[in-house]
């Protein structure tokens, strides 16, 4: 079946609908010797190139890695830094669903599916990412009711968090949203500045028995999973 370029071009690898949608508008996208638009349509067959280079769908794979402290959140980084997909030899072009800074250690999904990325990064759907932070000071319960409440930041108000202390300045908070650094800057507003920060889920997925660095490819069954959320 015919399909907009831009789902065709998520279905190659090259990054979520989103990505591959700023390509189209730079020009960077051609089909069958013309620069695409985001209305140009890709049937079978088709000569579909970014930079001049062909691009076909591949398999689609879906990996949750346990990332470590040190790797930054991107497919290469200019300072050499490790990245997270250098981390993850799965044998096809994977990118990164959402970031984590490269402090914050946890639970990160790598895909080739841009329709399953785009998806789970809508902000509609409120994928649930639940975090353990180590905090200066004990937060008491007036702090963690502000977090629960919702709290302002410069770039507006959270929606209202799930809390619970865990003592010793532990606290495991899960957001529906996915603003840069959020979980750090909601901390930071209400006086207990992260010193450690894990993401121990997204949408019900964690690391199980993975160790800090490693990966495994999900089953057909959580992708599935993941699709509904």
Known sequence: MPVRVNRYLASTGLGSRRAVEDLIRAGRVTVNGRVAELATVVAEGDDVRVDGMPVRPESTMTVLLNKPRGAVTTARDPQGRPTVTGLVEAGVRLFPVGRLDRDTTGVL?????????????????????????????????????????????DDGPTTPAEV??????????????????????????????????????????????????????????????????
């Open 109 to 153: 999904l790598l895909t080739n599916d841009g329709e399953l990325a785009e998806h789970l990064m809508h902000p509609r759907h409120g994928v649930a990412k639940t975090y353990r932070a180590r905090v200066s000071g004990e937060p008491g319960e007036a702090a963690l009711d502000r977090l629960r409440a919702g709290i302002e930041l």
């Open 164 to 229: 619970t202390s865990r003592g010793a300045g532990v606290v495991d908070i899960t957001i529906h949203e996915g603003r840069n650094r959020q979980v750090r800057r909601m901390f930071a507003a209400i006086g207990h500045p992260v010193i450690h920060l894990d993401r121990r889920a997204y949408a019900g997925l964690t690391a199980g028995r993975l160790a800090r660095g490693k990966w495994r490819v999900l089953t057909p069954s959580e992708v599935e999973d993941l699709r509904r959320v």
